[in-house]
Protein backbone atom coordinates (compact mmCIF):
# COMPACT_ATOMS: atom_id res chain seq x y z
CA UNK A 1 0.00 0.00 0.00
CA UNK A 2 1.08 3.24 -1.01
CA UNK A 3 1.77 5.49 1.69
CA UNK A 4 0.34 8.78 1.68
CA UNK A 5 2.72 12.22 0.87
CA UNK A 6 4.18 14.13 3.48
CA UNK A 7 2.13 17.17 4.54
CA UNK A 8 3.80 20.21 4.15
CA UNK A 9 3.00 21.64 7.55
CA UNK A 10 3.87 19.25 10.74
CA UNK A 11 0.43 17.61 12.76
CA UNK A 12 0.53 20.91 15.27
CA UNK A 13 2.64 23.39 13.59
CA UNK A 14 4.47 25.52 16.34
CA UNK A 15 2.73 29.27 16.69
CA UNK A 16 4.78 31.91 15.36
CA UNK A 17 5.54 33.93 18.68
CA UNK A 18 8.53 36.41 19.19
CA UNK A 19 11.87 35.57 18.99
CA UNK A 20 14.49 37.41 20.16
CA UNK A 21 17.76 37.57 18.54
CA UNK A 22 21.06 38.92 19.34
CA UNK A 23 21.58 40.71 16.37
CA UNK A 24 24.92 39.37 15.48
CA UNK A 25 23.72 37.14 12.52
CA UNK A 26 20.56 37.40 10.33
CA UNK A 27 17.90 34.88 10.49
CA UNK A 28 18.02 31.89 8.06
CA UNK A 29 15.38 29.76 6.34
CA UNK A 30 16.59 27.36 9.49
CA UNK A 31 15.02 29.53 11.97
CA UNK A 32 11.78 30.39 9.51
CA UNK A 33 11.25 26.32 9.70
CA UNK A 34 11.85 26.09 13.01
CA UNK A 35 9.12 28.69 13.70
CA UNK A 36 6.82 27.64 11.41
CA UNK A 37 7.11 23.98 12.24
CA UNK A 38 7.62 22.98 8.42
CA UNK A 39 10.65 22.00 7.18
CA UNK A 40 13.48 23.93 5.77
CA UNK A 41 12.93 23.03 1.74
CA UNK A 42 9.31 24.04 2.13
CA UNK A 43 10.47 27.28 3.53
CA UNK A 44 13.11 27.75 0.45
CA UNK A 45 10.21 26.99 -2.17
CA UNK A 46 7.80 29.16 -0.30
CA UNK A 47 10.06 32.26 -0.46
CA UNK A 48 12.20 31.94 -3.78
CA UNK A 49 8.83 30.26 -5.51
CA UNK A 50 5.31 31.53 -4.14
CA UNK A 51 2.65 29.17 -5.46
CA UNK A 52 4.59 25.53 -5.11
CA UNK A 53 3.36 25.23 -1.36
CA UNK A 54 -0.34 25.71 -0.16
CA UNK A 55 -2.18 29.19 0.67
CA UNK A 56 -2.18 28.09 4.65
CA UNK A 57 1.51 27.00 4.49
CA UNK A 58 2.91 30.14 2.52
CA UNK A 59 1.03 32.58 4.78
CA UNK A 60 2.46 30.58 7.56
CA UNK A 61 5.82 30.90 6.15
CA UNK A 62 5.67 34.75 5.45
CA UNK A 63 4.83 35.28 8.96
CA UNK A 64 7.35 33.65 10.43
CA UNK A 65 9.74 35.57 7.81
CA UNK A 66 8.13 38.89 8.68
CA UNK A 67 8.47 37.84 12.45
CA UNK A 68 12.30 37.19 12.05
CA UNK A 69 13.08 40.12 9.90
CA UNK A 70 14.25 37.69 7.79
CA UNK A 71 15.80 38.95 4.43
CA UNK A 72 16.58 37.76 1.39
CA UNK A 73 20.19 37.59 0.29
CA UNK A 74 20.57 38.76 -3.49
CA UNK A 75 24.06 36.88 -3.82
CA UNK A 76 23.13 33.48 -1.91
CA UNK A 77 20.02 33.85 -4.70
CA UNK A 78 22.15 34.48 -7.54
CA UNK A 79 24.21 31.25 -7.33
CA UNK A 80 22.13 29.53 -8.95
CA UNK A 81 20.83 31.51 -11.67
CA UNK A 82 23.94 34.18 -12.27
CA UNK A 83 21.65 36.98 -11.22
CA UNK A 84 21.54 39.29 -8.16
CA UNK A 85 18.71 41.69 -9.25
CA UNK A 86 21.03 44.42 -8.99
CA UNK A 87 22.18 47.09 -11.64
CA UNK A 88 25.51 49.62 -10.98
CA UNK A 89 25.06 53.54 -11.73
CA UNK A 90 28.43 55.75 -12.08
CA UNK A 91 28.13 58.96 -12.34
CA UNK A 92 30.87 61.53 -13.21
CA UNK A 93 30.21 63.97 -9.74
CA UNK A 94 27.48 62.83 -6.98
CA UNK A 95 27.12 66.67 -5.98
CA UNK A 96 26.05 67.90 -9.05
CA UNK A 97 22.34 68.32 -9.50
CA UNK A 98 22.66 67.50 -13.10
CA UNK A 99 22.79 63.60 -11.90
CA UNK A 100 19.46 64.02 -9.36
CA UNK A 101 16.78 63.30 -12.02
CA UNK A 102 18.92 60.62 -13.60
CA UNK A 103 19.62 58.69 -10.55
CA UNK A 104 15.71 59.20 -9.55
CA UNK A 105 14.57 57.79 -13.08
CA UNK A 106 16.83 55.09 -12.96
CA UNK A 107 15.45 54.25 -9.38
CA UNK A 108 11.98 54.45 -10.02
CA UNK A 109 12.91 52.11 -13.02
CA UNK A 110 14.55 49.77 -10.49
CA UNK A 111 11.83 49.60 -8.68
CA UNK A 112 9.58 48.95 -11.38
CA UNK A 113 11.19 46.03 -12.04
CA UNK A 114 12.03 44.74 -8.83
CA UNK A 115 15.62 45.60 -8.92
CA UNK A 116 17.98 47.79 -6.85
CA UNK A 117 20.27 50.31 -8.23
CA UNK A 118 23.72 50.58 -6.66
CA UNK A 119 25.20 53.92 -7.27
CA UNK A 120 29.31 54.97 -7.02
CA UNK A 121 30.57 58.32 -7.96
CA UNK A 122 33.77 59.09 -10.16
CA UNK A 123 34.86 61.99 -9.13
CA UNK A 124 35.22 63.22 -12.63
CA UNK A 125 38.20 60.93 -12.85
CA UNK A 126 38.28 58.17 -15.85
CA UNK A 127 41.15 56.36 -13.49
CA UNK A 128 38.32 55.93 -10.99
CA UNK A 129 35.33 55.21 -13.27
CA UNK A 130 37.18 52.72 -14.95
CA UNK A 131 38.23 50.77 -11.17
CA UNK A 132 34.68 51.59 -9.68
CA UNK A 133 33.11 49.84 -12.88
CA UNK A 134 35.52 46.73 -12.54
CA UNK A 135 34.85 46.04 -9.25
CA UNK A 136 31.06 46.90 -9.47
CA UNK A 137 30.75 43.98 -12.41
CA UNK A 138 31.66 41.66 -9.98
CA UNK A 139 28.56 41.63 -7.90
CA UNK A 140 26.05 43.74 -10.22
CA UNK A 141 23.66 42.32 -13.14
CA UNK A 142 24.62 45.17 -15.67
CA UNK A 143 25.69 48.88 -15.10
CA UNK A 144 24.66 52.11 -16.50
CA UNK A 145 27.69 55.26 -17.06
CA UNK A 146 25.79 58.40 -16.55
CA UNK A 147 28.71 61.11 -18.18
CA UNK A 148 31.40 58.75 -18.59
CA UNK A 149 34.90 60.04 -18.59
CA UNK A 150 36.75 56.56 -19.39
CA UNK A 151 38.13 55.63 -23.06
CA UNK A 152 35.51 54.33 -25.72
CA UNK A 153 37.91 51.33 -25.59
CA UNK A 154 37.27 51.11 -21.68
CA UNK A 155 33.68 51.00 -22.22
CA UNK A 156 33.65 48.55 -25.09
CA UNK A 157 35.70 46.33 -22.71
CA UNK A 158 33.10 46.47 -19.82
CA UNK A 159 30.54 45.56 -22.36
CA UNK A 160 31.70 42.43 -23.30
CA UNK A 161 31.75 41.11 -19.88
CA UNK A 162 28.34 42.07 -18.68
CA UNK A 163 24.83 44.74 -20.53
CA UNK A 164 25.91 48.26 -20.24
CA UNK A 165 24.27 51.29 -21.26
CA UNK A 166 25.57 54.87 -21.37
CA UNK A 167 23.98 58.46 -20.84
CA UNK A 168 25.17 61.79 -22.30
CA UNK A 169 27.24 59.85 -24.62
CA UNK A 170 27.61 57.91 -27.73
CA UNK A 171 29.75 54.64 -27.95
CA UNK A 172 29.74 52.64 -31.11
CA UNK A 173 28.32 49.20 -30.36
CA UNK A 174 27.00 50.29 -26.62
CA UNK A 175 23.15 50.79 -26.39
CA UNK A 176 23.34 54.99 -25.29
CA UNK A 177 20.68 57.81 -24.41
CA UNK A 178 21.61 60.97 -25.76
CA UNK A 179 19.92 64.35 -25.48
CA UNK A 180 19.64 65.79 -29.11
CA UNK A 181 21.36 69.35 -28.32
CA UNK A 182 20.27 70.30 -31.49
CA UNK A 183 16.68 71.90 -30.94
CA UNK A 184 17.55 73.67 -27.25
CA UNK A 185 20.83 75.40 -28.16
CA UNK A 186 19.39 76.70 -31.90
CA UNK A 187 16.41 78.04 -30.19
CA UNK A 188 18.86 79.37 -27.18
CA UNK A 189 20.84 81.11 -30.08
CA UNK A 190 17.92 82.58 -31.95
CA UNK A 191 16.53 84.16 -29.09
CA UNK A 192 20.07 85.86 -28.37
CA UNK A 193 20.46 86.91 -32.07
CA UNK A 194 16.79 88.50 -31.68
CA UNK A 195 17.88 90.32 -28.50
CA UNK A 196 20.37 92.35 -30.37
CA UNK A 197 23.42 90.24 -29.72
CA UNK A 198 26.94 89.48 -32.05
CA UNK A 199 28.93 87.74 -30.05
CA UNK A 200 28.40 85.13 -28.00
CA UNK A 201 30.92 82.67 -25.81
CA UNK A 202 30.53 78.80 -24.94
CA UNK A 203 32.58 78.74 -21.74
CA UNK A 204 33.42 74.66 -22.34
CA UNK A 205 32.85 71.91 -19.56
CA UNK A 206 35.76 68.97 -18.51
CA UNK A 207 38.29 68.43 -21.82
CA UNK A 208 37.24 64.81 -21.76
CA UNK A 209 33.70 65.24 -21.76
CA UNK A 210 32.05 64.30 -24.94
CA UNK A 211 28.67 65.94 -23.91
CA UNK A 212 30.59 69.23 -23.90
CA UNK A 213 31.85 68.77 -27.78
CA UNK A 214 28.77 68.43 -28.68
CA UNK A 215 26.72 71.51 -26.78
CA UNK A 216 29.94 73.37 -28.59
CA UNK A 217 29.67 71.84 -32.17
CA UNK A 218 25.71 72.97 -31.78
CA UNK A 219 26.54 76.31 -30.62
CA UNK A 220 29.06 77.13 -33.07
CA UNK A 221 26.89 75.95 -35.81
CA UNK A 222 23.73 77.52 -34.43
CA UNK A 223 25.53 80.97 -34.52
CA UNK A 224 27.28 80.64 -37.90
CA UNK A 225 23.01 80.34 -38.78
CA UNK A 226 22.56 83.23 -36.98
CA UNK A 227 25.57 85.10 -38.07
CA UNK A 228 26.97 85.60 -34.67
CA UNK A 229 30.31 85.30 -33.64
CA UNK A 230 30.96 82.11 -31.18
CA UNK A 231 34.19 81.87 -29.58
CA UNK A 232 35.25 79.09 -26.78
CA UNK A 233 36.23 79.44 -23.52
CA UNK A 234 38.05 76.81 -20.93
CA UNK A 235 36.22 76.67 -17.39
CA UNK A 236 38.91 74.88 -14.83
CA UNK A 237 35.99 72.28 -13.52
CA UNK A 238 31.75 72.54 -13.87
CA UNK A 239 30.90 73.62 -10.91
CA UNK A 240 29.68 77.06 -9.43
CA UNK A 241 33.99 77.88 -8.31
CA UNK A 242 34.41 77.23 -11.86
CA UNK A 243 31.98 79.58 -13.36
CA UNK A 244 33.25 82.62 -11.19
CA UNK A 245 36.69 81.60 -12.08
CA UNK A 246 35.98 82.29 -15.62
CA UNK A 247 34.33 85.62 -15.56
CA UNK A 248 37.81 87.55 -16.38
CA UNK A 249 38.48 85.36 -19.23
CA UNK A 250 34.15 85.93 -20.46
CA UNK A 251 34.57 89.38 -19.97
CA UNK A 252 37.87 89.72 -21.79
CA UNK A 253 36.75 87.76 -24.76
CA UNK A 254 33.85 91.16 -25.63
CA UNK A 255 30.70 89.04 -25.70
CA UNK A 256 27.56 90.44 -24.05
CA UNK A 257 25.88 86.86 -24.26
CA UNK A 258 27.35 83.53 -22.84
CA UNK A 259 26.09 79.88 -23.13
CA UNK A 260 27.89 77.22 -20.52
CA UNK A 261 28.34 73.67 -20.60
CA UNK A 262 25.75 73.42 -17.39
CA UNK A 263 24.15 75.22 -14.99
CA UNK A 264 26.64 75.55 -11.98
CA UNK A 265 28.47 77.11 -14.27
CA UNK A 266 26.51 79.87 -15.17
CA UNK A 267 25.08 80.40 -11.69
CA UNK A 268 28.80 81.14 -10.58
CA UNK A 269 29.83 83.61 -13.92
CA UNK A 270 26.40 85.40 -13.13
CA UNK A 271 27.36 85.78 -9.24
CA UNK A 272 30.63 86.97 -10.00
CA UNK A 273 29.82 89.29 -12.83
CA UNK A 274 27.01 90.71 -10.63
CA UNK A 275 29.57 91.58 -7.95
CA UNK A 276 31.95 93.24 -10.34
CA UNK A 277 29.00 95.65 -11.25
CA UNK A 278 27.56 93.84 -14.57
CA UNK A 279 23.99 93.93 -15.01
CA UNK A 280 22.16 90.85 -15.99
CA UNK A 281 20.63 90.60 -18.49
CA UNK A 282 21.14 94.12 -19.34
CA UNK A 283 25.00 94.09 -19.97
CA UNK A 284 25.72 90.25 -19.96
CA UNK A 285 23.10 87.45 -21.06
CA UNK A 286 24.05 83.89 -19.82
CA UNK A 287 22.33 80.80 -20.69
CA UNK A 288 22.85 77.38 -18.73
CA UNK A 289 22.50 73.82 -19.52
CA UNK A 290 20.15 70.95 -17.98
CA UNK A 291 17.49 73.14 -15.65
CA UNK A 292 18.80 71.45 -12.46
CA UNK A 293 17.05 71.68 -9.76
CA UNK A 294 17.66 75.48 -8.18
CA UNK A 295 17.96 77.08 -11.78
CA UNK A 296 15.26 79.30 -10.84
CA UNK A 297 16.24 80.33 -7.56
CA UNK A 298 18.91 82.79 -8.59
CA UNK A 299 18.21 86.37 -8.81
CA UNK A 300 17.49 86.91 -11.97
CA UNK A 301 16.44 83.42 -12.42
CA UNK A 302 18.20 81.47 -14.95
CA UNK A 303 17.47 81.30 -18.76
CA UNK A 304 18.53 77.07 -19.41
CA UNK A 305 18.65 74.66 -22.08
CA UNK A 306 16.31 71.72 -20.42
CA UNK A 307 17.44 68.06 -21.07
CA UNK A 308 14.96 66.02 -19.65
CA UNK A 309 17.38 64.17 -17.12
CA UNK A 310 14.58 61.70 -15.83
CA UNK A 311 13.15 60.67 -18.52
CA UNK A 312 17.41 59.96 -19.17
CA UNK A 313 17.83 58.05 -16.64
CA UNK A 314 14.74 55.44 -17.07
CA UNK A 315 15.55 54.98 -20.54
CA UNK A 316 18.51 53.72 -19.84
CA UNK A 317 17.80 51.50 -17.42
CA UNK A 318 14.79 50.46 -19.61
CA UNK A 319 17.20 49.35 -22.08
CA UNK A 320 18.82 47.35 -19.68
CA UNK A 321 16.67 45.69 -17.62
CA UNK A 322 14.97 44.55 -21.20
CA UNK A 323 18.24 43.35 -22.49
CA UNK A 324 18.39 41.53 -19.25
CA UNK A 325 15.21 40.03 -19.86
CA UNK A 326 15.90 39.09 -23.31
CA UNK A 327 13.27 41.61 -24.75
CA UNK A 328 15.72 43.87 -26.21
CA UNK A 329 16.65 44.15 -29.56
CA UNK A 330 20.06 42.34 -30.95
CA UNK A 331 21.70 45.61 -32.35
CA UNK A 332 22.64 48.25 -29.64
CA UNK A 333 20.56 51.38 -30.02
CA UNK A 334 20.85 55.30 -29.20
CA UNK A 335 18.07 56.49 -27.93
CA UNK A 336 17.52 60.29 -28.35
CA UNK A 337 15.89 62.59 -26.48
CA UNK A 338 14.68 65.87 -27.13
CA UNK A 339 16.00 69.15 -25.50
CA UNK A 340 14.24 72.74 -24.97
CA UNK A 341 14.92 76.53 -24.48
CA UNK A 342 13.68 77.65 -20.85
CA UNK A 343 13.15 81.13 -20.95
CA UNK A 344 14.18 83.29 -17.73
CA UNK A 345 15.13 86.25 -16.40
CA UNK A 346 19.58 85.98 -17.26
CA UNK A 347 18.69 86.36 -20.82
CA UNK A 348 17.61 89.45 -22.57
CA UNK A 349 18.04 92.10 -24.51
CA UNK A 350 20.87 93.74 -24.76
CA UNK A 351 20.60 97.50 -23.00
CA UNK A 352 24.41 98.91 -22.59
CA UNK A 353 27.52 98.11 -23.93
CA UNK A 354 30.18 96.64 -21.09
Excluded at 122 to 138: D, G, I
Excluded at 177 to 198: F, T, Y
Excluded at 298 to 309: A, C, D, E, G, K
Excluded at 317 to 345: K, N, S, Y
Aim: proline fraction near 6%; aromatic fraction near 4%; glycine fraction near 8%.
Amino acid sequence: MTEPAKPDVAATPAPVKKHARDGKSSATIYDIAKVAGVNPSTVSRALSKPGRVSAKTQKLIEDAAAELHYQVNPFARALPTGRTSTFGLIVADITNPTFFDIIRGAGATATARDYTLVLADSAESAVTELTTARRMMATVDGLILASPRMDDDDIRALARDKPVVVINREVDGVPCVVPDVNKGISEAVRSLAANGHKKVAYVAGPSQSWMSTQRWDGVRSACEWSRLEAVRLESSKPTVDGGRQSAREVLASGATAVLTYNDLLAIGLMQELQAAGLMVPDQISIVGFDDIFGADFTTPPLTTVRSPLGECGSGAATILLDHLAGTGGETPETLRVETELVLRGSSGRLIAAK
